[in-house]
């Protein structure tokens, strides 16, 4: 279960881009146009760039599955 709802979902944004985010197993949430994910700390998300990590393709291909998204490239 997912401690980001919906609502906030909509509203929230990559820092970098402002593109949207798709929440991965309620633990990350991630910019697949950038390939940035942003970690779920305490269940408030750490959006800062300095404090994500870069996704390689096999864990792209990995991240855009479990969200059920499609890849924005």
Do not use: F, W
């Amino acid at each position: 279960m997912s401690v980001i709802d919906a609502r906030l979902l909509e509203i929230l944004a990559c820092p970098e881009d402002k593109g949207p985010l798709l929440l991965i197993d309620g633990e990350t949430l991630y910019n697949p146009r950038l390939r940035r994910a942003y970690r779920i700390e305490d269940g408030i998300p750490v959006l800062l760039v300095d404090e994500s990590r870069q996704v390689d393709d096999a864990e792209h291909a990995d991240l855009v599955a479990r969200s059920g998204g499609t890849p924005a490239e």
